[in-house]
């Protein structure tokens, strides 16, 4: 086997509840300031849950659809051409004049895929029947749509497809784009995560397996995520999509990029326990954390952030703090360990790519975005959460993690380029 060539990112993007574009995004995290709201996708009348995390004032013309285009594809295939649009702008390759685009890919994540066409489109079969139905159903609602689409864009003629694998899906994306240029054909790709599911099939299933948080945060919804806190009760549904531009570092360095930072570990495994909940132990859990960091070849007191999944969900935040506690051992303690899903709510596919995203702006600026809403330590959460306020430390590492229903666990290691 060849040797493995060096992975950097070059672009980013986001669509996030916290802010359209990246640095929008950003400059909410590091400021405390929630994007959860009451729902107005939809009419929650009827359901149990009436809030979320949505995109608001996203203008798709502003990344190349036209109004038609954008009124024809479901939103999850939206967000996510215009995070991959603006990660591509970020890069500065303009594939359109490029040329053939052969050595680039694009590999994106869906948890759940074009939920909102489907919802849509059954309403119409069963008020008008079957002959109203569009043909473009099946084309515009499988999980690798957004791929292609994000091909179609910019004119790539590489490998092209989607992964889902349910909140790990942005990662598990990012790891297979990182892994297929550190082996070739390609040298660049384009790869994250999107997901659009506040509607009434998500939130009416993920309230009813208990999922969701119901408390309405006493008539303020931000207060509702509040990972890894005493009190948590649940995720906040919402959606969003990250993106990256990754090349071989040769290709990058030849055409004089600019380097966010160098992917150097990647872990996966699978808990084989429940559909829904995480194993107990955080044994397999520790098993992703743990390859990742044998991937990097690091040791534990390199890594300066951890990005958690923290969904503030009874089960996830135990099993992620026991987990963590497992492979770093004493420096647990000194590790900063936040979740940003206290203010963007959990994006279910979307989350690993607005969270590589966020892990970027870390290294760029020595900025930790808080854990808000962290009011009464768990004793057995017993990490340090950055509680409430953003902090400051210039860190050389940091680490992303996503874990999905089906006991999908994904690992991603960013490291500081040159360093």
């Known amino acids: 086997m060849s040797e493995r060539k060096r992975v950097v990112v070059t672009g980013i993007g986001a669509m996030a509840p916290t802010g359209v574009g990246a640095a929008a995004n950003w400059e909410s995290l590091i400021n405390g300031r929630s994007g959860i709201g009451p729902v107005t996708l939809i009419d929650t009348t009827k359901h149990k849950v009436s809030i979320a995390g949505e995109v608001r004032n996203l203008d798709a013309t502003k990344y190349g659809f036209t109004a038609r285009e954008a009124e024809r594809y479901d939103r999850s295939v939206l967000l996510g051409v215009c995070a991959a649009t603006e990660a591509v702008r970020d890069c500065g390759i303009d594939f359109k004049t490029r040329g053939m685009n052969d050595d680039v890919c694009v590999i994106f994540g869906t948890g759940i895929g074009g939920i909102i066409n489907i919802e849509n489109t059954c309403k119409i079969m069963f008020e008008q029947g079957p002959g109203r139905v569009t043909p473009f159903l099946v084309p515009s609602g499988t999980p690798e749509v957004t791929s292609h689409t994000i091909a179609m864009h910019h004119g790539i003629h590489g490998s092209t497809h989607g992964v889902n694998t349910a909140c790990a899906s942005g990662n598990d994306a990012i790891i297979t784009a990182a892994r297929r240029l550190m082996q070739g054909p390609e040298v660049v790709a384009i790869t994250g995560g999107t997901e659009a599911a506040v509607c009434h099939i998500s939130l009416g299933t993920f309230a009813n397996m208990k999922a969701l948080s119901s408390w309405d945060g006493d008539g303020d919804p931000t207060r509702v995520s509040r990972p890894f806190d ?8 919402s959606e969003g999509s990250g993106a990256l531009v990754l090349e071989t570092l040769d290709h990058a360095t030849a055409r004089g990029a600019r380097i966010y930072a160098e992917i150097v570990g990647c872990g996966q495994s699978t808990d084989a326990y429940h559909v829904t909940a995480p194993e107990p132990t955080g044994t397999y ?15 534990p007191e390199q890594i300066g952030y951890i990005n958690a999944h923290g969904t503030s969900t009874k089960y996830n935040d135990l099993t992620e703090t026991v987990a963590i506690k497992q492979v770093f051992g004493e420096h647990a303690r000194n590790v900063w360990v936040s979740s940003t899903k206290s203010m963007t709510g959990h994006m279910i596919g979307g989350c690993g790519g607005v969270e590589a995203v966020v892990c970027m702006r870390v290294l760029e600026t020595g900025i930790i975005p808080p854990t808000i809403n962290y ?19 210039k860190v050389d590492v940091v680490m992303s993690n996503n874990f999905g229903f089906g006991g999908h666990n994904a690992v991603v290691i960013f490291k500081r380029f040159g360093k």
Not at 230 to 237: Q, T
Not at 285 to 299: F, G
């Open 375 to 393: 009011e009464t330590p768990d004793p057995e959460c017993d990490l340090d959460y950055v509680p409430n306020k953003a902090r400051e430390r």
């Open 230 to 237: 005493l009190n948590r009760s649940g995720f906040v549904i």
């Open 285 to 299: 859990v520790a098993l992703a954390i743990r390859r990742a960091m044998q991937d990097s070849h690091l040791r």
